[in-house]
């Protein structure tokens, strides 16, 4: 589809035909970024990001009630890794993606703390690629995180208020390069893949980097547009997301791209309540789900695929944490990374080259105020808590404080060495309510300053 077509699709209308004028200084300053594309010897990167899409949604993860044939042959064609930790809601896994940063560093802490990241303070991964000669686009989901995508750096973007957005009866508008678009009767993952396309196919000769924030399959779950009567809507929403999945790889192969673009699909956060009694993986439940500290929590799948560089049909066992992808994503562009901050990622592009690399020891996980670190084997929680981990994501065992294990022993030492170091108490700690105790406290403040007495 080319760019005309697509604006028509979108129903841009004859005024979006100029859309260069729209975009963050210019389309022709973004082009003038390099030409090279394939010739540069830099991979093009597509991180796709789907939505409360854990463990038991992906049929090659052992999901045994959905079927994912697309996301399945993607795995195929790379490596499944099968111990990626988010943090357990979409806010601050989203910043720690884009900053290689914990959370107690930059005060994303929790989904009601995204004002507190800002450019002066941070630096995003399109800032740090763009000097590189990438060429940068948002597509989809940018709610917690404040400003627009275009003021951390995006060249190019269309993104969408709050999550799970789907038909114009839920929003009527979306947000591309700054301006409110109609959705009209477009189904809105149609409209993002139309961009996504788009924009690909624009900078094909030059390398890239999109941030492809699904809208699925966040709630509310509503028909698709291959929604038939009494469908389980569920199921259909996480066929359509494996669906969009397949036409972008088509594209790319129209294209002749896909050789030298990597892909990484991945979770935001574990299943949502109330779908992880159903979505088993091998006859069993994982211990939690989105929002909680436990496995189901924040244990999702990750998928990387780049035919031709990374070993196909693989899969590993090595502790891949959200900061990861920052320092990753800087080798493989030949970016330089900031040194004037901590960057707590760990570098696994020799993974993806198909080499051992050094993989880390332990991920950490953090959620307003609450935290653990997690090795291979072990869990300590910010109050001391030890767990056994041999048997998650199904089962967390609890250690006995006293307990004379040797392999207990030197797990809690090694991991409390982790949380003494990180000390993520002396960071910026913002607790947050929960948004519904929020709701509450600001009604309790209204009903109080009604019933108090005039100031004479």
Not at 386 to 400: G, R, T
Request: hydrophobic share 35%; charged share 25%; with cysteine.
């Amino acid at each position: 589809m080319n760019r005309r077509e697509f604006l028509k699709t979108a129903g841009l209308g004859a005024i979006a035909l100029s859309a260069t004028a729209m975009l963050p200084g210019g389309l022709q300053a973004a082009e003038a970024i390099g030409t090279a594309g394939s010739k540069s010897g830099k991979p093009n990167i597509i991180f796709i990001l789907s939505d409360d899409v854990g463990l038991g949604e992906i049929g090659c993860f052992g999901s045994d009630h959905y079927k994912t044939p697309k996301i399945d042959a993607l795995a195929k064609s790379g490596v499944r890794y099968d111990q990626c930790f988010s943090q357990p809601l979409c806010g601050p896994s989203r910043c720690q993606i884009m900053t290689g940063r914990y959370a107690f560093r930059t005060g994303m802490t929790s989904n009601q703390s995204g004002a507190v990241p800002r450019p002066a303070n941070e630096i995003m991964m399109p800032k740090m690629l763009k000097p590189a000669g990438y060429v940068t686009a948002q597509v989809g989901k940018w709610s917690q995180l404040q400003l627009e995508p275009s003021e951390w750096g995006f060249d190019e973007y269309l993104r969408f208020n709050g999550s799970g957005k789907y038909w114009a009866q839920q929003d009527p508008n979306y947000t591309l390069n700054g301006k409110k678009m109609p959705l009209g009767d477009k189904y809105l993952p149609d409209v993002m893949h139309e961009f996504l396309i788009d924009f690909i196919t624009r900078h094909k000769d030059q390398p890239f980097y999109v941030h492809y924030a699904m809208s699925h399959i966040h709630g509310p779950i509503m028909r698709t547009p291959d929604s038939v009567a009494k469908s389980d809507h569920y199921e259909d929403n996480i066929s359509y997301m494996d669906k969009l999945v397949g036409k972008l790889v088509d594209e790319l192969d129209r294209l002749k791209l896909r050789d030298n673009t990597l892909i990484i699909f991945v979770g935001d956060n574990g299943t949502a309540p109330p779908h992880g009694d159903t979505s088993t993986v091998r006859g069993k439940r994982l211990s939690g789900q989105k929002g909680t500290m436990l496995e189901g929590g924040s244990r999702v799948p990750m998928i990387v695929s780049w035919p031709g560089t990374t070993p196909a049909g693989k899969v590993s066992k090595d502790l891949i944490d959200f900061s990861d992808y920052f320092p990753t994503f800087a080798a493989l562009a030949g970016a330089k990374a900031p040194s004037d901050r901590p960057i707590d990622g760990h570098d696994f592009s020799p993974q993806i080259k198909g080499k051992t690399g050094k993989p880390r020891e332990w991920v950490y996980v953090e959620l307003n105020g609450r935290w653990y670190a997690r090795s291979q084997g072990w869990k300590l929680t910010r109050d001391g808590e030890l767990f056994d981990m041999s048997d998650a994501p199904f089962v967390e065992k609890p250690i006995a404080t006293d307990t004379t294990d040797p392999k207990a022993i030197a797990g809690r030492k090694e991991l409390q060495a982790v949380l003494d170091k990180l000390n993520p108490a002396a960071g910026k700690q913002k607790i947050m309510p929960a948004p519904n105790k929020q709701k509450r406290q600001k009604q309790k403040r209204k009903n109080k300053n009604k019933l108090a007495p005039a100031t004479p």
